[in-house]
């Protein structure tokens, strides 16, 4: 677990296409879905991914589209299950929220990750429905934010 002074070593940076074997090892999907990995390469090629990196390891990442509706939204946000609870995953949202070039961001998140659920009410997003069967038997919460 990460102390306080830890965080501060953090640098938030764009991903580039030299990251991906180390985002495919910190994503806990890819093991299980070799279409998560094809997803890793399209993101890096397409759009923006934003990383965690603390002396050259990577600890996080999030990533930026309008795959949800033509809106600004989060694709996918990460990070490495023994730094989570540590704001490493704020950080990046609030990195990818600087992208936003849509009245409102969208966040989704299952309905079992009550810690998402917890960061993103902390960080001002309210509900705005949510998605039956992409998760068979989790639902997709929809959270949405107004943008300045």
Known sequence: MMNEKDTMDIVLRRATQTDAPEIKTLDTRVPSDPSRAENIDRWLGEEVVIVADMNG???????????????SNVAMLMIHPDHRGCGIGEQILR?????????K?????????????????????????????????????VFVKEIP
């Open 57 to 71: 390891t990577l600890l996080g990442y999030g990533v930026f589209d309008h795959g949800f509706f033509q809106q």
């Open 95 to 103: 990195s990818l929220e600087e992208f936003g070039d849509t009245p």
């Open 105 to 141: 961001f969208y966040v989704t998140t299952n309905q079992s990750n009550h810690r998402m659920q917890r960061l993103l009410t902390r960080m001002g997003y309210r509900p705005g429905g949510y998605i039956h069967e992409l998760d068979p038997g989790d639902p997709e919460l």
